[in-house]
Every structure is written in C-alpha cells, then in structure tokens.
Nanobody
Framework: QEQLVESGGGLVQAGDSLRLSCASSGRTFSSYALLAWFRQAPGKEREFVAA????????YYEDSVKGRFAVSRDNGKNTLYLQMNSLKPEDTAVYYC?????????????????WGQGTQVTVSS
C-alpha cells in the first residue's frame, strides 16, 4: 500500500517562501507518470496547484501560482517538492500531494490514485 507523507508546511508572512516535501514509503516514484500538488482552503473544493511528469521534463501550474511556485521531483529519493515563493494570504490552504500511473488529465483530482494526508500552509498579511 502506497503511503505519501507531506511535510514543510507552517505559518509564514506574505512574501516569504516555503518548500513542501512529499515522501513515498511504498512504490518508487519512478512508477508514477504524474505527481502533483493540490490544495484545499476552508470552505472550498480541493484545487490543482502543480504537476510534474515522470522524467521531470514537463511541469504544469495553475495560473495563480505560475512564476511563484516550482514543482520538482527526485526519483532517487522518492520525494516530490513544491518550492513556494512570494507567498500570498490567498495561498493559505492544506496542501496535498498526489500520484497517478497515467500521464494525462493532470489537473483532475479524481484521476489520482494515491494521496497524502496534507500539510497546512498559513500565510499572514
């Protein structure tokens, strides 16, 4: 059974940076065609943030985070990362990592096979 574990969340001020990590305790990351980050703010649906292909050559971002966030993966360490810069209060949410075996529909949360438990990110103004 795959288990994904996020870490790195916290309370920061607007303009600060954070790096989230997602480690796999089961299958190696190279098995997954897509790894992604989603987030869910209070009272809102879980939304796509960023995704990365198996090789790391292809990355995808939600418009509001383009130029501020960077997704990366280290298949040797079975770890997914999300570098978040210039954080804004509207980035406040629980951030989840997700994995799937197929390389399409990168932004559809219902297509992902495994999920982490989430890590809280709070950005104060």
């Amino acid at each position: 059974q795959e288990q994904l574990v996020e870490s790195g969340g916290g309370l920061v001020q607007a303009g600060d940076s954070l790096r989230l990590s997602c480690a796999s305790s089961g299958r190696t990351f190279s098995s997954y065609a897509l790894l992604a980050w989603f987030r869910q703010a209070p009272g809102k649906e879980r939304e796509f943030v960023a995704a990365i292909s198996r090789s790391g050559e292809l990355t995808y971002y939600e418009d509001s985070v383009k130029g501020r966030f960077a997704v990366s993966r280290d298949n040797g360490k079975n770890t997914l990362y999300l570098q978040m810069n210039s954080l804004k209060p509207e980035d406040t949410a629980v951030y989840y990592c997700a994995a799937r075996y197929h390389p399409d529909y990168f932004s559809r949360r219902e297509e992902y096979d495994y999920w982490g438990q989430g890590t809280q990110v709070t950005v104060s103004s």
